[in-house]
């Protein structure tokens, strides 16, 4: 379990760590799921260097990035596009939640961060709380029984995928070797 979030995250971007990259497979499974952005808005939870959150711009979402670690805010900052998009510092899990410059969004996205969230079932309490009517929350994660030994922290076990994928009108998963992509409709 993570004691101090933002320094554990900071620690790691700042030491030069950085994540497996957005695919052109996950793109692909993300957009047949929302369609063009059309200026809709969009919310990156975990944003980190940025690369989905520019993607949702690219795509047309009027997109906000959020993320508790401030070397990758920098980062993001500085990546293409990033001029478009609006990043956040704050934790989605504070007891106040951090300040967005909207209140609900077409598409949430959460790619590679839902293994780490500490209170699950209040963390998709304020998801759903920022969904539009008809929304989508997007959701890529390793499976806990997919990834290699030693990493399996950075994975979700069988219960964690029922708790994220109950209460949705709509589920659709899609496997991208350990990855899971979730399609969730409120
Ligand atoms: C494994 S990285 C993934 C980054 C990015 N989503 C990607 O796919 O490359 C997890 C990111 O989520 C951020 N993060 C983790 N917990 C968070 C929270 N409670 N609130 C905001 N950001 C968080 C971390 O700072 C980090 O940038």
Request: glycine fraction near 10%.
């Amino acid at each position: 379990m993570i004691d101090n979030l933002t320094a554990y995250w900071e620690d790691l971007w700042a030491g030069g760590r950085r994540y497996r990259q957005l695919t052109d497979s996950e793109t692909a499974a993300l957009g047949r799921h929302t369609g063009p952005g059309e200026g809709r808005s969009a919310l990156d939870i975990g944003s980190g260097d940025g690369a989905l959150a520019r993607h949702l711009a690219d795509r047309g979402f009027k997109t906000t990035g959020l993320d508790c670690a401030p070397s990758a805010l920098a980062l993001a900052s500085t990546g293409p596009s990033s001029n478009v998009v609006t990043f956040c510092h704050g934790d989605i899990e504070s007891p106040q939640p951090p300040p967005l410059p909207e209140s609900a969004f077409a598409v949430v996205t959460a790619r590679l961060v839902y293994a780490f969230v500490k209170d699950k079932p209040a963390f998709l309490s304020r998801v759903r709380g920022l969904l539009v009517p008809g929304g989508l929350f997007w959701v890529v994660t390793p499976m806990a029984a997919c990834v290699p030994a030693g990493q399996v922290s950075n994975g979700i076990t069988t219960a964690e995928e029922e708790l994220l994928t109950s209460g949705w009108s709509a589920v659709r998963a899609t496997d991208m070797d350990y990855l899971r992509c979730f399609a969730l409709r409120p």
